[in-house]
Protein backbone atom coordinates (compact mmCIF):
# COMPACT_ATOMS: atom_id res chain seq x y z
CA UNK A 1 0.00 0.00 0.00
CA UNK A 2 2.46 2.18 0.64
CA UNK A 3 4.25 1.85 -2.70
CA UNK A 4 0.66 2.95 -4.48
CA UNK A 5 0.57 5.57 -2.00
CA UNK A 6 4.12 6.92 -4.03
CA UNK A 7 2.66 6.10 -7.18
CA UNK A 8 0.04 8.77 -7.51
CA UNK A 9 0.74 11.99 -9.07
CA UNK A 10 1.80 13.87 -5.96
CA UNK A 11 4.36 10.49 -5.18
CA UNK A 12 6.28 10.72 -8.79
CA UNK A 13 6.02 14.20 -8.62
CA UNK A 14 7.76 14.35 -5.12
CA UNK A 15 10.27 11.26 -6.61
CA UNK A 16 11.41 13.27 -9.48
CA UNK A 17 12.03 16.51 -7.63
CA UNK A 18 13.71 14.03 -5.05
CA UNK A 19 15.89 12.31 -8.32
CA UNK A 20 15.92 16.20 -9.80
CA UNK A 21 17.47 17.29 -6.01
CA UNK A 22 19.53 14.57 -6.08
CA UNK A 23 21.07 15.36 -9.48
CA UNK A 24 21.40 18.99 -9.26
CA UNK A 25 23.40 18.30 -5.96
CA UNK A 26 26.05 15.81 -7.66
CA UNK A 27 26.54 18.02 -10.64
CA UNK A 28 26.99 20.68 -7.61
CA UNK A 29 29.25 19.22 -6.41
CA UNK A 30 31.22 18.32 -9.46
CA UNK A 31 30.84 21.66 -10.22
CA UNK A 32 32.63 22.69 -6.55
CA UNK A 33 35.16 20.33 -7.60
CA UNK A 34 36.11 21.95 -10.75
CA UNK A 35 36.53 25.30 -9.70
CA UNK A 36 38.12 24.60 -6.69
CA UNK A 37 40.70 23.12 -8.78
CA UNK A 38 40.77 25.83 -11.08
CA UNK A 39 40.91 28.19 -8.11
CA UNK A 40 44.20 26.74 -7.03
CA UNK A 41 45.56 26.65 -10.78
CA UNK A 42 44.72 30.50 -11.14
CA UNK A 43 46.34 31.25 -7.55
CA UNK A 44 49.05 29.29 -8.17
CA UNK A 45 49.73 31.16 -11.65
CA UNK A 46 49.19 34.61 -9.97
CA UNK A 47 51.79 33.72 -6.96
CA UNK A 48 54.37 32.67 -9.94
CA UNK A 49 53.37 36.21 -11.84
CA UNK A 50 53.66 38.20 -8.96
CA UNK A 51 57.59 36.30 -7.91
CA UNK A 52 58.52 37.30 -11.80
CA UNK A 53 57.07 40.48 -11.16
CA UNK A 54 59.22 41.03 -7.98
CA UNK A 55 62.57 39.56 -9.81
CA UNK A 56 62.19 41.96 -13.00
CA UNK A 57 61.61 45.13 -10.34
CA UNK A 58 64.99 43.85 -8.45
CA UNK A 59 66.78 43.41 -11.28
CA UNK A 60 65.77 46.76 -13.12
CA UNK A 61 66.91 48.11 -9.75
CA UNK A 62 70.04 46.26 -9.44
CA UNK A 63 70.69 47.82 -13.13
CA UNK A 64 69.59 51.30 -12.63
CA UNK A 65 72.15 51.21 -9.49
CA UNK A 66 75.39 50.30 -12.38
CA UNK A 67 74.50 52.84 -14.72
CA UNK A 68 74.20 54.93 -11.32
CA UNK A 69 77.74 53.89 -10.39
CA UNK A 70 79.01 53.76 -13.78
CA UNK A 71 77.85 57.19 -14.65
CA UNK A 72 79.70 58.45 -11.05
CA UNK A 73 82.79 56.70 -12.11
CA UNK A 74 82.60 58.01 -15.76
CA UNK A 75 81.99 61.51 -14.43
CA UNK A 76 85.00 61.14 -12.12
CA UNK A 77 87.22 59.98 -14.89
CA UNK A 78 85.66 63.15 -16.89
CA UNK A 79 87.20 65.32 -14.15
CA UNK A 80 90.36 63.76 -13.48
CA UNK A 81 91.30 63.74 -17.74
CA UNK A 82 90.23 67.23 -17.58
CA UNK A 83 92.25 68.64 -14.51
CA UNK A 84 95.05 66.25 -16.12
CA UNK A 85 94.58 68.90 -19.69
CA UNK A 86 94.21 71.50 -17.44
CA UNK A 87 97.22 71.53 -15.50
CA UNK A 88 99.09 70.28 -18.27
CA UNK A 89 98.44 73.03 -20.39
CA UNK A 90 99.14 75.61 -17.67
CA UNK A 91 102.77 74.07 -17.02
CA UNK A 92 103.18 74.61 -20.80
CA UNK A 93 102.18 78.00 -20.96
CA UNK A 94 104.65 78.74 -17.23
CA UNK A 95 107.54 76.98 -18.98
CA UNK A 96 107.07 78.41 -22.68
CA UNK A 97 106.88 82.24 -20.54
CA UNK A 98 109.34 81.93 -18.90
CA UNK A 99 111.53 80.62 -21.89
CA UNK A 100 110.71 84.01 -23.77
CA UNK A 101 111.28 86.05 -20.92
CA UNK A 102 114.10 84.73 -20.63
CA UNK A 103 114.95 84.89 -24.22
CA UNK A 104 113.73 88.32 -23.91
CA UNK A 105 116.33 88.98 -21.44
CA UNK A 106 119.33 87.98 -22.94
CA UNK A 107 118.59 89.52 -26.16
CA UNK A 108 118.24 92.92 -23.81
CA UNK A 109 121.74 91.92 -22.33
CA UNK A 110 123.24 91.11 -25.60
CA UNK A 111 122.51 95.05 -27.02
CA UNK A 112 124.78 97.48 -25.04
CA UNK A 113 122.61 99.89 -23.41
CA UNK A 114 119.47 98.53 -23.04
CA UNK A 115 119.76 96.26 -20.29
CA UNK A 116 119.36 99.48 -18.13
CA UNK A 117 117.35 102.10 -20.31
CA UNK A 118 115.36 100.57 -22.28
CA UNK A 119 114.68 103.74 -24.62
CA UNK A 120 118.54 104.17 -25.01
CA UNK A 121 119.00 102.81 -28.33
CA UNK A 122 116.01 104.64 -30.04
CA UNK A 123 117.13 107.45 -32.37
CA UNK A 124 116.65 111.00 -31.46
CA UNK A 125 114.24 113.33 -33.28
CA UNK A 126 115.83 115.07 -36.54
CA UNK A 127 116.71 118.14 -35.03
CA UNK A 128 116.77 120.84 -37.15
CA UNK A 129 113.11 120.50 -38.46
CA UNK A 130 110.19 122.79 -37.46
CA UNK A 131 107.63 121.57 -35.06
CA UNK A 132 105.34 121.56 -38.11
CA UNK A 133 107.47 119.60 -40.10
CA UNK A 134 107.31 116.76 -37.44
CA UNK A 135 103.80 116.10 -37.73
CA UNK A 136 101.10 116.37 -34.57
CA UNK A 137 102.82 117.34 -31.21
CA UNK A 138 102.94 114.02 -29.42
CA UNK A 139 103.79 113.81 -25.32
CA UNK A 140 106.69 111.44 -24.54
CA UNK A 141 106.23 107.59 -25.21
CA UNK A 142 102.63 108.31 -26.97
CA UNK A 143 102.44 105.94 -30.53
CA UNK A 144 106.10 105.02 -29.16
CA UNK A 145 107.15 101.37 -28.61
CA UNK A 146 108.88 100.34 -25.53
CA UNK A 147 111.14 97.40 -25.55
CA UNK A 148 108.71 95.10 -23.70
CA UNK A 149 106.25 95.25 -27.04
CA UNK A 150 107.64 92.29 -28.43
CA UNK A 151 107.88 90.45 -25.13
CA UNK A 152 103.99 91.24 -24.21
CA UNK A 153 103.13 89.96 -27.68
CA UNK A 154 105.18 87.04 -27.57
CA UNK A 155 103.41 86.65 -23.91
CA UNK A 156 99.69 87.09 -25.55
CA UNK A 157 100.40 84.42 -28.53
CA UNK A 158 101.57 82.22 -26.14
CA UNK A 159 98.46 82.47 -24.16
CA UNK A 160 96.57 82.37 -27.09
CA UNK A 161 98.39 79.13 -28.31
CA UNK A 162 98.28 77.66 -25.05
CA UNK A 163 94.19 78.26 -25.05
CA UNK A 164 93.92 77.21 -28.45
CA UNK A 165 95.46 73.81 -27.61
CA UNK A 166 93.28 73.70 -23.99
CA UNK A 167 90.65 74.03 -25.92
CA UNK A 168 91.17 71.39 -28.35
CA UNK A 169 92.28 68.55 -25.60
CA UNK A 170 88.82 69.67 -24.29
CA UNK A 171 87.31 68.75 -27.28
CA UNK A 172 88.74 65.25 -27.98
CA UNK A 173 87.77 64.57 -24.44
CA UNK A 174 85.14 62.40 -24.76
CA UNK A 175 82.83 61.79 -21.72
CA UNK A 176 80.33 59.21 -23.16
CA UNK A 177 83.19 56.92 -23.36
CA UNK A 178 83.20 53.86 -21.09
CA UNK A 179 85.42 54.00 -18.43
CA UNK A 180 88.70 51.47 -18.49
CA UNK A 181 88.89 49.05 -15.54
Not at 47 to 69: D, K, L, M, P, W
Not at 157 to 177: C, G, T
Amino acid sequence: MTLLRLINPQGIAGLVAALALGLLLVVQKVETRHWRKQASQFEQLYQHEQSAFAGTVANYRIAAERARASDQANAERVAAEQRHISERTSNDYEARLAAARSLAQRLRNAIPGTATDPRAGRAAPVPGLSVAARGPAQTTGENQLSADDPLIATELAIQLDELIKWVLAQQKLDPNAPVQH
